[in-house]
């Protein structure tokens, strides 16, 4: 049987009273799956990622990162974040530092390597999403697609156990989203535990081995890809994929 | 003391308005007119490099003496110098307003038929003040501070009056600590009150 | 008759080290008063808030006078008249750097914190290693403004009794009686001081500014 990396039970998060972004969502990803979560927008996904890698914290429920639980007060954030890479949907790369010096921080920082090992880790990383001879470029000299493959490397470096992506490509202009995609298919290959919140559909299909479809607040049906693009069994999905498929077919 | 008051504040806000009077206008040549830019230039240089207490003295004791009466006053003076290091900071204050208005105003009050300096009374000047507002509050306030300076050429505004009446009553901690109140009441209060107007004003507006 | 000369020089060394002691540490302390607002609590804030309102609302002279009479006859103590000065001028530029410091901070706080805790950082070292090294460097044009601000302020220092520039000058007055050369030329001086030092600061900004942050003018 294989491992569960990470499970939530019960997770509720709540804004301002009336916006409930979470509602009593419990899920569970084993070790190599691959699972994308889709939705209309403001349906609460990106806050049920971030309350995952507890950067924004649940009001109720608990998250578990393999046995241990997060969501017990006394533990420490820190180091349970360290096992999580996170990628962000607008990169937010540390502007101040280069491509290595962006991957290499956490490196030295939190893993507390030396000088020589993080540069050698770092460079590795950059290497892995193709970004390696841009090492010593700032973020600002780069392409959106380039800046957010150096997040990718930064979320990486510190070979966490899963890796959480809030809409990789949602922020880039429509020709950069391939060398992104490129990327996380090869993670794919490689048995990276990942789980994405996207609507990249022709992605979806090809590399995920679950989808599930979040709407205010809930998820609302789960399946192989294919169940979604043949045959979805809840109404609201029914629905969401029928206007998508109407808007891509008018593309 | 109170008279020191008075006196302040005479100093502050005829050196606001003497700013107001030449920087307003400085602030549109420069930005309209490119002509007179060098000597634009050297007069905000001059009076923004230069300590206000050295173009005090400058000033009084330099130009004062030779020319006749309203320079040999030490008040007249101690304005004259502040008004136009205002009017220098003012100029850069009504820029930025007028950066941030934008081409448009102008633009359309020109395609209205306005002369330039019609659109510039009409159209531009009542927006850069609501622009302007912050900016001016903190002028104001210091201005203010600056009329401290005065003393050097023997105005008696608050701070030359507080050290007197300290020398009077022997008592080192009552007056500054009563001055120091007064100044910040001079200034908080007003510099307060006009960022809140603009920032109304603003809002009322739709900016 | 006194060589004006040597006067004037020691005058400027004593104006240049007193704004160069104030603008840097005005800095450090405006830096930990920022950061003292902002994550240091609501007792702290007030605190600070009083701290600021009260360095920027009253005149340079009169801070130097309450920190030169007011104080030692409170507390008890004597304090030497530069020593008065070069405090003043620190705690009275922290007072305006800590609002240039906020206000870089919070510019790139909200994204560059949660990309800090995202690869394991904890918020003192993101705070440390990422938004720090960022608004310290957007700070720099600030800087140049601030250090035109304190040295055209040294001359308050004569009120105390201390040598700067501007009394170096009205003690060469009075000897000699020629005010418009001895004035004009420590304007100068103050002038070119203040240029040059402009010039630097727009030169290290060139260099250490992070490509693609700007700050609008």
Same mark, same amino acid.
């Given at each position: 049987?294989?491992?569960t990396?990470?499970?939530?039970?019960?997770?509720?998060?709540?804004?301002e009273?009336?916006?409930?972004?979470v509602k009593?969502?419990?899920?569970?990803?084993?070790?190599?799956?691959i699972?994308?979560?889709?939705g209309?927008s403001?349906?609460?996904?990106?806050?049920?990622?971030?309350?995952?890698?507890?950067?924004?914290?649940p009001?109720?429920?608990?998250?578990?990162?393999?046995?241990?639980c997060?969501t017990?007060?006394?533990?420490?954030?820190?180091r349970?974040r360290?096992r999580?890479?996170?990628?962000f949907q607008?990169?937010?790369?540390?502007?101040?530092?280069?491509?290595?010096?962006?991957v290499?921080?956490?490196?030295?920082?939190?893993?507390?390597l030396?000088?020589?090992e993080?540069?050698? +880790?770092?460079?590795?990383?950059l290497r892995?999403?193709?970004?390696e001879?841009?090492?010593?470029?700032?973020?600002?000299?780069?392409?959106g697609?380039q800046?957010q493959?150096?997040?990718?490397?930064?979320?990486?470096?510190?070979?966490?156990?899963?890796?959480?992506?809030?809409?990789?490509?949602s922020?880039?202009?429509p020709?950069l989203?391939?060398?992104?995609?490129?990327?996380l +298919?090869?993670?794919?290959?490689?048995?990276?535990?990942?789980?994405?919140?996207?609507?990249?559909?022709?992605?979806?299909?090809?590399?995920?081995?679950e989808?599930?479809?979040?709407?205010a607040?809930?998820i609302?049906?789960t399946?192989?890809?294919?169940?979604?693009?043949?045959?979805?069994q809840?109404?609201?999905?029914?629905k969401?994929?029928?206007?998508?498929i109407?808007?891509t077919?008018?593309e | 003391?109170?008279?020191?008051?008075?006196?302040?504040?005479?100093?502050?806000?005829?050196?606001l308005?003497?700013?107001?009077?030449?920087g307003?206008?400085?602030a549109?040549?420069?930005?309209?007119?490119?002509?007179?830019?060098?000597?634009?230039?050297?007069?905000?240089?001059?009076?923004?490099?230069?300590?206000e207490?050295?173009?005090?003295?400058?000033?009084?004791?330099?130009?004062?003496i030779?020319?006749p009466f309203?320079?040999?006053n030490?008040?007249?003076?101690?304005?004259?110098?502040?008004?136009?290091?205002?009017?220098?900071?003012?100029?850069?204050?009504?820029?930025?307003?007028i950066r941030?208005?934008g081409?448009?105003? *102008?633009?359309?009050?020109?395609?209205?038929?306005?002369?330039?300096l019609?659109?510039i009374?009409?159209?531009m000047?009542p927006?850069?003040?609501?622009?302007?507002?912050?900016?001016?509050?903190?002028e104001?306030?210091?201005?203010?501070?600056?009329?401290?300076y005065?003393?050097?050429?023997?105005?008696?505004?608050? *701070?030359?009056?507080?050290?007197?009446?300290?020398?009077?009553?022997?008592?080192?901690?009552?007056?500054y600590?009563?001055?120091?109140f007064?100044?910040?009441?001079l200034?908080?209060?007003?510099?307060?009150?006009?960022?809140n107007?603009?920032?109304?004003?603003?809002?009322?507006?739709?900016i | 008759?006194?060589?004006?000369?040597p006067?004037?020089?020691?005058?400027?060394i004593?104006?240049?080290?007193?704004?160069?002691?104030?603008?840097?540490?005005?800095?450090a /302390?405006?830096t930990?008063?920022a /950061?003292g607002?902002?994550?240091?609590?609501?007792?702290?804030?007030?605190l600070?808030?009083?701290?600021v309102?009260?360095f920027?609302?009253s005149?340079i002279?009169?801070? /130097?006078f309450?920190?030169?009479?007011?104080?030692?006859?409170?507390l008890?103590?004597r304090?030497?008249?530069?020593?008065?000065?070069?405090?003043v001028?620190?705690?009275?530029?922290?007072?305006?750097q800590?609002g240039y410091?906020?206000?870089?901070?919070?510019?790139?706080?909200?994204?560059?914190m949660?990309?800090g /805790?995202?690869?394991?950082?904890s918020?003192?070292?993101?705070?440390?290693?990422?938004?720090?090294?960022?608004?310290l460097?957007?700070?720099?044009?600030?800087?140049?403004n601030?250090?035109c601000?304190?040295?055209?302020s040294t001359?308050?220092?004569?009120?105390?009794?201390i040598?700067?520039l501007t009394?170096?000058?009205?003690?060469?007055?009075g000897?000699?009686?020629?005010?418009?050369?001895?004035?004009?030329?420590?304007?100068?001086?103050?002038?070119?001081w203040?240029?040059?030092?402009?010039k630097?600061a727009?030169i290290?900004?060139?260099?250490?500014?992070?490509?693609?942050?700007?700050?609008s003018a």
């Amino acid at each position: 049987m294989a491992n569960t990396v990470m499970r939530c039970e019960h997770l509720w998060k709540t804004y301002e009273k009336h916006l409930i972004a979470v509602k009593d969502v419990s899920m569970r990803i084993e070790e190599g799956d691959i699972k994308l979560i889709f939705g209309p927008s403001g349906s609460g996904k990106s806050t049920f990622l971030r309350c995952l890698a507890m950067l924004t914290i649940p009001d109720k429920g608990d998250i578990y990162l393999r046995e241990e639980c997060l969501t017990t007060s006394g533990v420490n954030l820190n180091r349970a974040r360290a096992r999580i890479g996170f990628v962000f949907q607008h990169i937010w790369l540390f502007r101040h530092l280069t491509a290595q010096g962006n991957v290499e921080l956490a490196l030295r920082r939190v893993l507390k390597l030396h000088k020589e090992e993080a540069r050698e +880790r770092a460079l590795q990383a950059l290497r892995e999403v193709r970004m390696e001879e841009w090492a010593h470029h700032y973020p600002a000299q780069l392409s959106g697609g380039q800046q957010q493959r150096i997040g990718i490397a930064r979320a990486l470096a510190r070979n966490p156990d899963i890796i959480l992506l809030d809409e990789p490509t949602s922020a880039l202009d429509p020709e950069l989203t391939g060398e992104v995609i490129d990327t996380l +298919r090869d993670l794919a290959k490689k048995g990276t535990t990942m789980l994405i919140v996207s609507h990249e559909m022709p992605f979806a299909r090809e590399i995920a081995d679950e989808m599930l479809f979040y709407d205010a607040g809930k998820i609302v049906e789960t399946g192989p890809p294919e169940q979604f693009f043949t045959n979805p069994q809840s109404e609201r999905a029914q629905k969401f994929m029928t206007r998508l498929i109407k808007r891509t077919r008018k593309e | 003391m109170l008279g020191g008051v008075s006196t302040t504040l005479a100093i502050s806000i005829f050196s606001l308005l003497l700013g107001l009077a030449v920087g307003l206008p400085i602030a549109f040549i420069r930005t309209y007119e490119k002509g007179l830019r060098f000597l634009v230039e050297a007069f905000e240089k001059i009076f923004r490099g230069i300590p206000e207490i050295v173009l005090m003295l400058i000033f009084y004791w330099g130009i004062g003496i030779s020319l006749p009466f309203p320079f040999k006053n030490a008040f007249f003076t101690a304005t004259l110098v502040l008004g136009l290091r205002s009017a220098a900071n003012q100029s850069q204050i009504f820029r930025g307003a007028i950066r941030g208005i934008g081409d448009e105003q *102008m633009v359309a009050a020109r395609s209205l038929g306005f002369s330039r300096l019609r659109s510039i009374v009409h159209v531009m000047i009542p927006q850069v003040f609501v622009f302007a507002t912050p900016g001016l509050g903190s002028e104001y306030a210091l201005l203010v501070k600056d009329s401290t300076y005065a003393f050097v050429i023997g105005v008696s505004e608050l *701070m030359f009056n507080t050290v007197t009446i300290r020398k009077a009553t022997l008592d080192p901690v009552t007056p500054y600590l009563v001055s120091a109140f007064l100044y910040i009441l001079l200034t908080l209060p007003i510099a307060a009150w006009l960022d809140n107007w603009g920032s109304r004003r603003k809002k009322k507006l739709g900016i | 008759m006194v060589d004006p000369f040597p006067l004037i020089f020691d005058g400027f060394i004593t104006t240049v080290e007193v704004s160069i002691f104030g603008v840097f540490a005005g800095l450090a /302390l405006g830096t930990v008063l920022a /950061l003292g607002d902002l994550y240091g609590g609501r007792f702290f804030s007030i605190l600070i808030r009083g701290y600021v309102e009260f360095f920027r609302g009253s005149p340079i002279i009169i801070q /130097l006078f309450i920190f030169l009479y007011v104080i030692p006859t409170v507390l008890n103590f004597r304090i030497d008249a530069l020593a008065v000065g070069f405090m003043v001028f620190a705690l009275n530029s922290a007072a305006y750097q800590k609002g240039y410091v906020k206000g870089a901070v919070e510019a790139i706080f909200q994204d560059q914190m949660m990309a800090g /805790l995202s690869i394991g950082m904890s918020r003192l070292q993101t705070l440390l290693h990422v938004i720090l090294p960022q608004a310290l460097r957007i700070v720099i044009p600030a800087w140049s403004n601030e250090f035109c601000s304190i040295t055209k302020s040294t001359p308050a220092l004569l009120i105390l009794g201390i040598r700067d520039l501007t009394a170096a000058a009205m003690t060469i007055v009075g000897q000699t009686w020629r005010v418009v050369e001895t004035y004009s030329a420590i304007a100068l001086i103050y002038l070119a001081w203040i240029t040059i030092v402009t010039k630097i600061a727009d030169i290290v900004y060139e260099k250490k500014k992070i490509p693609g942050i700007e700050i609008s003018a």
